[in-house]
């Protein structure tokens, strides 16, 4: 009878065999067998059994750093991130190096931000920081030991996950253009990049000041949006959004937004909570409504607007400095 996976762990559960049998038999089919959905669910059921010890650390480190199966890697990060999330930040942040898998590299990537994240604020962290920050090994970063020791913990953790951003981000997009403040993204531009969403890793860019995005095919502003608290210039025009998401108009700092050419129909009242808003362009969308609290925004210097119903248009601004235009879709 042939031993799968599932029946090796079904005999465990029935206390047919011990741990250190399961464990065994479990072991071998990752490291003989041929069929990759096999040795995956053998991973898998090796992390259910409750040996949580140096030899499986050991197992899945091995696999992480050598195995040629995309799945096998996988299952092996994951495990790392639940089972031993202080002890293998070495192994990890090595495989994320040195990988070329894209779903392996993301996966990588959240794993260490969870692991940096989990650190405390205590300087006894600093060296360990320090030391991965010039393992990363971002030319543009200013990375002497003596201007790091001058940070705190808490600047070391963000010009980290800045570093690891920045490093998943220009191997994932060809000739990505950024810009880089004091060890910080501040910048990125991902124009005519194929992009059908935002990338979600930009959320941890807690710095950044300018985002760029035109021409791609982005369907949705996502959620995360409001994350990016020091956002001053968002460019998404020129793409398939259809409608405003509510975390937009939490980016209390912006004052350049830029939706020309997408197919916005409507723009809500709620967009009055961008008081820093200078300039906002709307040509080229179907609007079939649009707020008179756009014309009560108190920092707005410049309205574009495609033909909109007289409905919606509303001369009579508080706003005497604004300039609005409207053009013809």
């Known amino acids: 009878m042939v031993l ?15 741990q250190h049998s399961a464990y065994e038999q479990l072991s071998s089919i990752i490291e003989e067998s041929d069929k990759e959905k ?9 992390n259910n059994i409750g040996v949580h010890d140096q030899c499986f650390l050991n197992l899945l480190e091995n696999h992480l750093i050598s195995d ?28 994320f190096i040195n990988e070329t898998s894209n779903k392996c590299l993301n996966i990588l990537y959240k794993t260490l ?6 650190l405390s604020n205590e300087l006894s962290n600093k060296p360990l920081l320090i030391a991965d920050i010039h393992r990363i090994k971002e030319t543009e970063l200013i990375i002497r030991s003596e201007y790091l020791n001058s940070l705190s913990v808490v600047e ?4 980290l996950i800045n570093s690891y951003t920045l490093s998943l981000l220009k191997r994932s997009f060809w000739r990505l253009k950024y810009k880089i403040q004091n060890n910080l993204i501040v910048e990125l531009d991902f124009t005519f990049k194929e992009l059908t969403a935002v990338p979600e890793p930009i959320k941890n860019l807690t710095s950044l000041n300018k985002l760029i995005l035109k021409y791609n095919q982005i369907m949705a502003i996502p959620p995360w949006i409001n994350q990016l608290k020091s956002l001053k210039c968002l460019d998404l025009s020129h793409n398939s959004i259809n409608a405003l ?3 937009l108009f939490s980016l209390e700092w912006l004052e350049c937004l830029f939706l020309e050419y997408n197919i ?16 906002l362009n709307l040509k080229g969308n179907p609007l079939s409504f649009v707020s008179k609290n756009v014309y009560k925004l108190p920092s707005l210097k410049e309205l574009h607007l495609s033909a909109v119903p007289k409905s919606t248009q509303y001369n009579k601004h508080e706003n005497k400095d604004l300039k609005i235009f409207y053009d013809k879709i």
């Not at 559960?13 to 011990?18: E, G, S, T, V």
């Not at 096999?38 to 090796?46: H, I, N, Q, S, T």
């Not at 199966?69 to 495989?95: M, N, P, Y």
């Not at 129909?265 to 820093?276: E, F, N, W, Y």
């Open 4 to 18: 799968t996976p599932h029946r090796i762990y079904d005999n465990f559960l029935d206390k047919k065999i011990d």
């Open 38 to 46: 096999d040795r995956v669910e053998a991973f898998k059921f090796l």
């Open 68 to 95: 040629n199966s995309e799945d096998v890697r996988i299952i092996t990060i994951e495990i790392l991130g639940q089972k031993f999330l202080e002890v293998s930040t070495k192994i990890v942040q090595w495989a």
């Open 113 to 118: 931000l969870v692991q940096i994240r989990s």
């Open 156 to 159: 070391l953790k963000e010009i």
């Open 245 to 247: 998401r509510k975390s």
């Open 264 to 279: 916005i129909t409507k723009v809500p009242d709620v967009i009055i909570q961008l008081h820093s808003l200078q300039y």
